[in-house]
């Protein structure tokens, strides 16, 4: 499950694509857990029934050797062993009407699996932003959603706990009668002296033990409804998670990074943003300038290979890329965990992920413990972030490197030292950029104005950096 979610970079495709997959977090944690316990439990119990239904058959078979005579319409029926097959009758009758009964508990117990995971992931984003909602003093409002998602599980539960008492006004009284019933199927053969008392009591036994055995599907029924609502779950995670990896990605090769008659849609097909050809090499700075709301970010997420609403060609290069977001990514772990992702932070040396963490700056942050009060933020400050970010790129040193509004929280003059920092450390990779203004710090710039939203080309120009 874990793998399937991590492979193709499914997790994003699931969280982006509106396939309807609720809380894949709970799906593999929870959902696995029950659908392990529950096919180990029913599948004892079932392996135990089964040995035992055959042993009680062949005791019940050797003692209801005598048939049951009937005046049907006139016509003379005669039914051999009819204890025998009065157990499969009154068994198979009584699972038709249990299922019939049970079966909303399986839609049920599924809502409720998705109402407690959506309380769950409530209170945990709220512990993530503990500091907004205290300085914006969101106490009530988070409360009142809080309140809102808890009685929608307390409605759902209500409504589970009615659908379980009516199948119990079935399944609790069946439980307690077995032992009567056979007493009044064997009459008829008593009473026609087929059987003596003492055989009445032998075979009355014999049929409660067939009956029992084979009711373990009414028994059990509100645990296989369980078991049944984590299944359909995990099931319908592992088909959406299978169907989001199949999107197409961009062509590894080598040469520059080459954008050729692209065209981005929104989810709905609306147009986005159109380029009929753009090429970076090895080596450039190009700043991506447009309005907001253009598509500059989802341009990135297509060069990422994860934008499935665009057509067009995108050959991004063979060499390794790196992607920094205005909100970095901090992995719990240490300062140099973080600087290291995604890989981990013994693939380098000690001394080159101190030389980067100096580089911008961050040497009073090492050593600390991320990502521990703070899940959002690992406790950096919105500078300090994107500085970390800064850090990964010098530290994985990749052939492109694509920065959307990644100094967007540093001032003028920081911008400009870090920037530039990158620049003489990093002379052969090519950074694109995305911002609002122009960045500082990088004396050759290429600026590709994107125009306006849903124009249809790529304007190129070239201006000096400003002294």
Request: charged share 20%; aromatic share 8%; hydrophobic share 50%.
């Amino acid at each position: 499950m874990r793998d399937r979610w991590l492979s193709g970079k499914a997790y994003w495709h699931l969280a982006n694509g509106g396939n309807g997959v609720d809380n894949p977090d709970q799906r593999i944690a929870e959902d696995c857990r029950l659908f392990l316990t529950g096919v180990l439990s029913e599948a004892m119990d079932l392996i135990t029934n089964i040995v035992a239904v055959f042993s009680y058959v062949i005791v019940l078979w050797n003692l209801s050797s005598f048939a049951l005579s009937l005046d049907f319409i006139g016509l003379d029926l005669e039914i051999p062993r009819y204890m025998l097959v009065a157990a499969f009758v009154y068994v198979a009758l009584s699972t038709g009407l249990t299922h019939w009964l049970g079966k909303p508990l399986k839609s049920l117990y599924v809502e409720q699996q998705r109402r407690e995971a959506d309380f769950r992931f409530a209170l945990a984003r709220m512990r993530s932003n503990v500091d907004e909602i205290a300085m914006l003093g969101g106490e009530a409002a988070e409360r009142q959603g809080l309140d809102r998602r808890f009685g929608e599980i307390m409605r759902n539960w209500k409504r589970l706990i009615n659908r379980e008492l009516i199948l119990g006004l079935f399944t609790f009284p069946y439980n307690h009668t077995v032992l009567r019933i056979p007493l009044f199927v064997a009459l008829p053969a008593y009473l026609a002296g087929s059987v003596n008392f003492g055989g009445l009591m032998e075979v009355s036994t014999a049929f409660s033990s067939v009956v029992t055995t084979l009711s373990w599907f009414i028994f059990s029924y509100r645990d296989l409804a369980d078991l049944v609502a984590a299944s359909s779950r995990l099931d319908g995670f592992l088909g959406a998670a299978g169907a989001a990896t199949a999107g197409a990605r961009p062509a590894p090769g080598a040469g520059p990074l080459t954008i050729t008659d692209l065209r981005l849609r929104l989810p709905d097909n609306r147009p986005l943003l159109s380029i009929d050809r753009l090429s970076i090499a090895m080596g450039e700075a190009v700043w991506l300038s447009g309005a907001s709301g253009l598509g500059k970010t989802t341009l990135f997420k297509a060069i990422a290979g994860l934008w499935p609403h665009a057509s067009g060609d995108i050959f991004r290069p063979a060499g390794k890329s790196l992607f920094l977001t205005q909100k970095p990514y901090v992995p719990i772990g240490n300062l140099d965990d973080a600087v290291a992702y995604p890989d981990p932070a013994d693939n380098f040396p000690p001394a080159a992920l101190q030389a980067a963490i100096a580089a911008v700056g961050l040497t009073h942050r090492s050593g600390a413990i991320l990502a521990e009060a703070d899940a959002a933020n690992g406790g950096l400050s919105g500078g300090e972030l994107q500085r970390l970010a800064l850090a990964r790129l010098l530290l994985h040193r990749p052939d492109f490197a694509f920065l959307d509004e990644a100094t967007a929280a540093l001032d003028v003059a920081a911008e400009a030292e870090l920037l530039a920092r990158v620049r003489r450390d990093l002379p052969q990779t090519a950074l694109v950029m995305v911002a609002h203004r122009r960045p500082a710090g990088l004396v050759r710039l290429r600026t590709v104005d994107l125009g306006a939203p849903r124009e249809a080309d790529a304007r190129e120009t070239r201006e000096p950096a400003p002294a």
